[in-house]
T-cell receptor, first 115, second 113 residues
């Protein structure tokens, strides 16, 4: 079975530009998570969805960040406008559970650099 | 607030030496999960421990869950260069009224061949 698929793998853009990250979860997983990883802050949960519905977005840094899940096989994380401090690795993960009773399966991540 | 803490943050060993990372929770956990992230890679699930005092082994890796289910450890015997990476523990914690999987900050293991 295919794992979690993310695109693009790398993104370099200038500040102020819109950035869209994409994720396809594992089929049959009802939960999708977006994480951000930096050296300073480690792995941070930004938002998660259950059956395509956003459940908890308390980790989203500010209004410049938005996430959608239009169907069970696709999600996007958008940053508009982007800023240099948004530079990080963004991971998407999926699971059969949100409460930590099942493992999470991570995609390869998107390495984002905002100049 | 509730959190998961890992020590040490970094560990450098000679190849062949043993390595241990420790994970502590501020509250009792229903389970603990361990993940490994290779340099430039993504976290990969290794194992889940559920029972008090549980010990599980995967080849040279030994995982323990404390009797009080508030701490855990990962021990690697005779490290190899393939063990390089960051090891994360994660446990379900109640954050702002909702149970979530919370990751520790990780222990970054480097190995001198």
């Amino acid at each position: 079975d295919a794992g979690v698929i993310q695109s693009p793998r790398h993104e370099v853009t200038e500040m102020g530009q819109e950035v869209t990250l994409r994720c396809k979860p594992i089929s049959g997983h009802d939960y999708l998570f977006w994480y951000r990883q930096t050296m300073m802050r480690g792995l941070e949960l930004l938002i998660y969805f259950n059956n395509n519905v956003p459940i908890d977005d308390s980790g989203m840094p500010e209004d410049r960040f938005s996430a959608k899940m239009p169907n069970a096989s696709f999600s996007t994380l958008k940053i508009q406008p982007s800023e240099p401090r948004d530079s990080a690795v963004y991971f998407c993960a999926s699971s059969m559970d949100s409460m930590g009773n099942q493992p999470q399966h991570f995609g390869d991540g998107t390495r984002l650099s905002i100049l | 607030g509730q959190q998961v803490m890992q020590i040490p943050q970094y560990q450098h060993v000679q190849e062949g030496e043993d390595f241990t990372t420790y994970c502590n929770s501020s509250t009792t956990l229903s389970n603990i999960q361990w993940y490994k992230q290779r340099p430039g890679g993504h976290p990969v699930f290794l194992i889940q421990l559920v029972k008090s005092g549980e010990v599980k082994k995967q080849k040279r890796l030994t995982f323990q869950f404390g009797e009080a289910k508030k701490n855990s450890s990962l021990h690697i015997t005779a490290t190899q260069t393939t063990d390089v990476g960051t090891y994360f523990c994660a446990g379900p914690l109640l954050i702002q009224g909702a149970q979530k999987l919370v990751f520790g900050q990780g222990t970054r293991l480097t190995i001198n061949p």
